[in-house]
């Protein structure tokens, strides 16, 4: 039975991770190479690595951090943040990713989906779509630029686009929940699941195991992301995925 | 002598050939025809479109891989490639695969999510030396819209719609649909292998 996806994300800044982590026992807990072996070890399904860089001068170094972190991943590796033309995908494909993450540039520029699908194929292309409930609820907008610019696009509608320009897979982050721990927004995943053909993967809210059983079921998420809960110490991998498999969702295992 | 990664325009390569130099084989990512009949093994790899896969014939590469595969040398065809080594696809009606396992590769059917992507789990089903010693229901990572039918070589197979070969076996030439360089500990183990076959 083909399982659900637990991906680990890893946010990096000039070629360190930001975010803190205290359970794996490294030699050094900002290296995201190590950092994405361990996540491996421990039972990741994928990598995300999403350059959080706001300056073309510290993302320098992105193409060698992903080129040192591929070097010993033999799982799936993503790599997003600032990826803006075909030739920014191409070196981060020649560096070792195997698919790439776009958002804002997606959202300018729909037919770079299409040229990077063409190139590299759909499977290479994942589309990161920022989700905010707006209108009293009754809707959902995509952002661009790391959630601060609305940009008046429904976010289904968004999605249904994407796929048809050649996405491989939607990265949906919930707005309202992302970094709350509260929950992931089963409504909003379960809304873009049902109404496009590639996987969906949730993101934005994980505070606990539940809420990765109630994404996979009543979101129908084909995957998820795990960033803070791991970073922060609160939550092993090892122990989610038991959880999980435990809860009856289908999960690789043992890893 | 090394192991030649064929490159035909179907994708990247570099984590196939990421994953060799890791096992320590020394293998190569090329284009030419002569490259390709002197090495000791070759490798298709290869995502996309089964219409991609013209581009053997008219680079002089079917002719180089067919003359490995008569002198005895191992073949491994990856993901597209796998769906090379069968006669054809309903993909692209007008590109002829190699032929070496009968039958058409079709899209998955209506009522599941296609593409496959993710981790499925392997059937083992009979003998097979690229699964040798791999835990009989490893766990490995596919991402495809198109898939192999069931064939007698079929040495394993996966669920997902209904049953489909995830990976054939005759002779020396093996087709895995999933992506060994991307599934973990199993997928190091079937390379290994593969780099461990005489030729």
């Known amino acids: ?255 | 002598m090394t192991i030649a990664i064929v490159d035909y325009g179907a994708g990247n390569l570099t984590s196939v050939k990421k994953a060799f130099d890791w096992l320590g084989h020394p293998s190569v990512i090329t284009s030419d025809p002569e490259v390709v009949r002197a090495a000791e093994k070759v490798v298709v790899p290869g995502v996309g479109h089964f219409a991609a896969t013209a581009s053997l014939d008219h680079r002089g590469l079917r002719q180089a891989i067919e003359s490995a595969v008569q002198r005895g040398r191992p073949l491994l065809g990856i993901c597209l490639g796998m769906q090379w080594l069968f006669a054809s696809s309903s993909e692209a009606t007008d590109v002829a695969g190699l032929g070496i396992f009968a039958g058409e590769c079709v899209h998955f059917p209506a009522g599941v999510k296609s593409p496959h992507v993710g981790w499925n789990q392997l059937q083992r089903r009979g003998n097979s030396r690229i699964l040798a010693h791999l835990p009989p229901e490893s766990f490995v990572y596919f991402t495809h819209s198109y898939r192999v039918p069931l064939v007698e070589q079929t040495v394993a197979t996966c669920e997902y719609g209904g049953a489909f070969s995830a990976v054939v076996e005759r002779e020396n030439v093996f087709g895995v649909q999933f992506h060994p360089e991307k599934s973990g500990h199993a997928g190091l183990h079937l390379l290994e292998n593969f780099c461990a076959l005489p030729c």
Request: with cysteine; hydrophobic share 45%; net charge neutral.
């Open chain 1, 1 to 255: 039975m083909l399982t659900k996806r637990i991906i680990a994300c890893l946010d990096v800044d000039a070629g360190r991770v930001v975010k803190g982590v205290q359970f794996l026992n490294l030699r050094d807990a900002g290296d995201p190479a190590e950092l994405a072996a361990a996540h491996s070890a421990a039972g990741a399904d994928e990598i995300v690595l999403l350059d959080i860089a706001a300056t073309a001068e510290k993302r320098k170094t992105l193409l060698a951090t992903v080129r040192q972190t591929a070097r010993q991943l033999f799982i799936p590796f993503t790599v997003g943040g600032g990826i803006r033309s075909l030739e920014d995908a191409s070196a981060v494909f020649d560096a070792g990713a195997d698919k790439v993450s776009l958002n804002s540039a997606a959202l300018s520029d729909p037919a770079l989906i299409t040229r990077i699908a063409e190139r590299f194929g759909s499977q290479a292309a994942i589309v990161a779509i920022d989700a905010k409930r707006v209108n009293g609820g009754t809707h959902y907008e995509a952002f661009a630029k790391g959630g601060r610019t609305p940009t008046g696009r429904d976010a289904r509608v968004w999605a249904i686009e994407a796929e048809s320009r050649g996405a491989g897979e939607i990265l949906l982050t919930s707005m309202d929940r992302d970094g709350t721990g509260a929950g992931f927004d089963c409504e909003l995943t379960r809304s873009i699941s049902t109404s496009v053909r590639i996987p969906v993967i949730a993101s934005g809210g994980a505070g606990s195991a539940s809420h990765f059983a109630e994404v996979f079921r009543d979101g129908q998420a084909d995957a998820a992301l795990a960033a803070s809960i791991l970073h922060y110490g609160t939550t092993k991998l090892k122990d989610l995925k038991q959880e999980l498999a435990a809860a009856g969702i289908p999960m690789r295992w043992p890893c």
